[in-house]
Nanobody, 120 residues
Framework: QVQLVESGGGLVQPGGSLRLSCAASRSIFSTYTMNWYRQAPGKSRELVAAITNGGSTNYAVSVKDRFTISRDNAKNTLYLQMNSLKPEDTAVYYC??????????????WGQGTQVTVSS
């Protein structure tokens, strides 16, 4: 079992920055792919950024060049640095850990979410 706890959300003006954190209850980054998802009101949850156990990163087109996913292995903490924020980035942001050792076996954990509101 893995517990994930997000923090760092809040209210920010357009063009501003926030850094989200996700603390894992144990060391998993060498095994799990770590993801940031978001869900805006009335919309489905979407993948924002991902980092594999090998360190490869991937971003949604809508956030590429504005958001950066990273991790601190010693602190078991995942980050999402968000710059040049737009009102359409407003959503609840969720941390996710995913590992599939076999085709029909998957370990998938979610944090409780943190609200990000971009508004003037």
């Amino acid at each position: 079992q893995v517990q994930l706890v997000e923090s760092g959300g809040g209210l920010v003006q357009p063009g501003g920055s926030l850094r989200l954190s996700c603390a894992a209850s144990r060391s998993i980054f060498s095994t799990y792919t770590m993801n940031w998802y978001r869900q805006a009101p009335g919309k489905s949850r979407e993948l924002v950024a991902a980092i594999t156990n090998g360190g490869s990163t991937n971003y949604a087109v809508s956030v590429k060049d504005r958001f950066t996913i990273s991790r601190d292995n010693a602190k078991n903490t995942l980050y999402l640095q968000m710059n040049s924020l737009k009102p359409e980035d407003t959503a609840v942001y969720y941390c996710n850990a995913n590992y599939s050792p076999l085709r029909d076996v998957q370990y998938n954990y979610w944090g409780q979410g943190t609200q990000v509101t971009v508004s003037s």
